[in-house]
């Protein structure tokens, strides 16, 4: 269980690099970068509970 965990922080800080580096490059404004942020961390929690409920079986 510990090493689901430990791929999910490692996921997360991937999407948050990659967010970082992609509003970087694009210059996007702050507001419209955190709404694709909250949208990408909503997905990654309902990817997670998807793996955990797959795990359980």
Do not use: D, H
């Not at 996921?11 to 509003?23: D, E, K, Y």
């Amino acid at each position: 269980m510990q090493k689901v965990i430990m791929v999910v922080i490692l996921i997360f800080c991937i999407l948050f690099l990659m967010l970082s580096v992609s509003s970087y490059i694009f210059s996007l404004e702050i507001p419209r970068y955190i709404q694709s942020f909250r949208e990408w961390f909503y997905v990654l929690i309902g990817l997670y509970i998807i793996f955990v409920i797959v795990r359980q079986r």
